[in-house]
């Protein structure tokens, strides 16, 4: 009984999908619980990302994510999250066979993380997959535009639509994610008109990252947005220093125990 008064409170994919068209959708990623925590409030969505192969573990993209990265990270954010949806990306290799290794890892996913959907990038499977977990109980978020888990058949992370045939595309694979019953669709690093087009065309409520203000609402990486990295894409806003934040204070507390005035008195036991 307590565990579902608790689910009750959390905002629910009806909910997403019924934001179309108003107040935008505030979404950010998030890998561990005491983040999760603290932006649980701001946010409707928390997206465990796969993004946290790149942004946490070092890799140089998400191809080496696995499932077990997936629900470690997903728990930690479901400890610390009460109120935002909660959404965990299916990691690369975990749902293109077809439907049925899909719903089999889907199901995993939200059984051993209880969070409330999954994510997955569109590709020519997708409708039938798509379609395949939401009339079987899985809450699922789409992914069209740039595709980070297809960096290698890219030949790197490349905005989409700059020609007719990728528009189609795009707008054809966000068309096909919309009428398989996804609850909202992520558009990431394509050109405004485009989003726009998207947004007009699909029922879901688009979230775009490096997609312009057209979209229903906005995700970015919780660390870019914090300004972690020396670098960051163009449409990032950096709402924080957090890089220089850590750098000062890993400085200072290296200068104050080379001083021996680390720790003083008042961060010391002594004996009574
Ligand atoms: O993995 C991720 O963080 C994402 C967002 C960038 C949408 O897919």
């Given at each position: 009984m307590s565990s579902h008064t608790q689910s009750v409170k959390r905002l629910t994919a009806p909910e997403i999908y019924a934001r179309k068209g108003q107040t935008p959708l505030v979404c950010l990623t998030a890998y561990s619980a005491p983040m999760a925590e603290i932006l649980d409030e701001a946010c409707d969505i928390l997206l465990v990302g796969d993004s946290v192969g790149m942004v946490v573990h070092g890799l140089p993209s998400t191809i080496g994510v696995t499932m077990e990265m997936m629900i470690l990270h997903g728990q930690a954010v479901m400890r610390g999250a009460k109120k935002a949806f909660v959404v965990v990306d299916m990691p690369?290799?975990?749902?293109?066979?077809?439907p049925e290794q899909a719903f089999a890892n889907a199901v995993r996913i939200l059984k051993e993380t209880g969070a409330q959907a999954v994510k997955l990038e569109s590709g020519p499977t997708v409708h039938d997959t798509i379609s395949y977990l939401t009339q079987r109980g899985i809450p699922v978020m789409g992914h069209v535009g740039l595709r980070p888990q297809a960096v290698n058949v890219d030949g790197g992370f490349k905005a989409k639509g700059r020609t007719q045939a990728e528009r189609d595309k795009v707008l054809q694979e966000a068309r096909d994610s919309d009428a398989a019953g996804a609850f909202a669709i992520v558009v990431e690093g394509v050109a405004a008109d485009l989003a726009g087009e998207i947004t007009a065309a699909v029922k879901a409520p688009t979230i775009g990252i490096g997609a312009s203000a057209a979209c229903d609402g906005q995700i970015l990486v919780v660390d870019d947005m914090l300004g972690q990295f020396d670098w960051s894409p163009k449409f990032v806003r950096r709402y924080a220093a957090l890089r220089e934040t850590i750098s000062e204070a890993a400085e200072g507390y290296a200068k104050d125990v080379r001083a021996r005035d680390f720790p003083a008195p008042q961060e010391t036991y002594f004996a009574k």
């Open positions: 690369f290799g975990s749902y293109e066979a077809g």
